[in-house]
Each structure stands twice: as C-alpha cells, then as structure tokens.
C-alpha cells in the first residue's frame, strides 16, 4: 500500500540556519509529490510539488526515485517558516496519501 | 476569492448520536473532498465527488457514514451513529478539477469530539 512517512514530529531550528523536512514514500509507480503547509490559525495550503521545480518561500524538495524520498530544504530559516508541513504522495490516477506532518519551530 | 467555507467549528456529542457538517466550495470548483485528520495523523480522505457525481469513496465507513452533494455545490457529511474514535477535525477541500486537481484549497475544518 502507498504510504508516506516524515520520521520527525517536531523540528527546531534557530532562525539563519538551514533546515530539512524529511519525507520518504512507500509506490512503486511514477509518483507525483507535493508538500502542504499550515501555519498557526490558517488553512491547510499547498506549498509546491515535485514536478514544477520550483523555490516557494524559499523552500525547494528534490524527488530522489532511488531513495524514494522528497525531503524539504530551505538554507536559511526564518522565523514566519514555523508551521506544520505535510508531505503528501498522489499515486498516479488516485487520491492524495498524506504523511503525518512535521511541526518547524524557528526559534529567534 | 472567497475561501472553502465550512460550518460548524466546533462539535461535541455523546456516543451514538448523529451529526452533520456542511461545506460550500470555492465557486467554479468541480471537485470536493472531505477528509478525517485524527490528532497527531495527516488528512485521510473520506470521500470525493465530481460535481455531483462519487469518485471515490473507498476509505468512507459506509456503515456509519455518508455523504451527498447536491447540485453539484454545497455537501454534507453525516456520521449516525457516532463513536469514540471519530473524534476529529473533518476538513472539507475543492478543486478546479482536471488537471489542476493537485491544488486543494482546504476549508477550517470542523473539531469533533464525541465524548
């Protein structure tokens, strides 16, 4: 079965420091990654996926298929990046798999 | 734009009675989720509809669960009846559909607790 796992409940980092969100998935197809955020007293949001490459907020997620992982980095931490990550999978022509989240705390 | 409204906030009910949640999707949107997310756990998804049609529903409890979109737009959610472990926050999600199904917007979600 599809499966998504982020190893750490809480992470905290001072702020200018780097951090790594990590997730690994359990598919053997082609997948399609994405992580979701949700800061405090707001709605669960997209943050980016895999295949648009792109740096939101800083942050970027590389799928390593050989590792089976899409960890979430960003080099230099800021205070506004605490908030609850999800790493989520959606196998190809089915729903989303979310992992269990990840609390960032940015300590000042 | 406005947002996934989603009423009520905040539930508590006994063991064995009924509730029901609402959810109004963002205009246009196709596609409507409802997902459990049980503390400490990410969103498992219930059900998800198309327009008004069921796409997936295979992780909904049909015993105790159901839901109905009518028109396309609006949906509830009725658990009857209740039981302990569906203590949760019911999140209510759409999208545009299509391609840009991998774009949720999520509503505040409704907080569960069945005593």
């Known amino acids: 079965a599809q499966r998504v796992t982020q190893p750490e409940k809480l992470l905290s980092v001072f702020k200018g420091a780097p951090v790594e969100l990590k997730c690994n998935y359990s598919?053997?197809?082609?997948?399609?990654l994405f992580w979701y955020v949700q800061y405090s007293r707001q709605r669960l949001q997209l943050l980016l996926r895999?295949?648009s490459r792109e740096s939101i907020k800083g942050f970027t997620a590389d799928l390593n298929k050989g590792e089976t992982s899409f960890h979430l980095k960003k080099p230099f931490a800021q205070e506004e990046d605490s908030a609850m990550y999800y790493c989520a999978l959606r196998p190809y022509g089915q729903n989303f798999v979310f992992g269990p989240g990840t609390r960032l705390s940015v300590l000042p | 734009e406005a947002g996934v409204a989603q009423s009520p906030r905040y539930k508590i009910i006994e063991k064995r009675q009924s509730v029901a949640f609402w959810c109004n999707p963002i205009?246009?949107?196709?596609?409507l989720y409802w997902y459990q997310q049980i503390l400490g756990q990410g969103p498992k998804l219930l059900i998800q509809f198309q327009n008004n049609g069921v796409v997936d529903d295979s992780q909904l409890p049909k015993d105790r669960f159901s839901a109905e979109r009518l028109k396309g737009v609006d949906s509830t959610l009725k658990i009857q009846p209740a039981k302990l472990e569906d203590s949760a926050v019911y999140l209510c999600a759409s999208s545009l559909g299509g391609t840009r199904n991998y774009e949720q917007y999520f509503g505040p979600g409704t907080r569960l607790t069945v005593t």
């Open positions: 205009s246009g949107h196709a596609t």
């Open positions: 598919y053997s197809g082609s997948p399609e």
């Open positions: 895999h295949i």
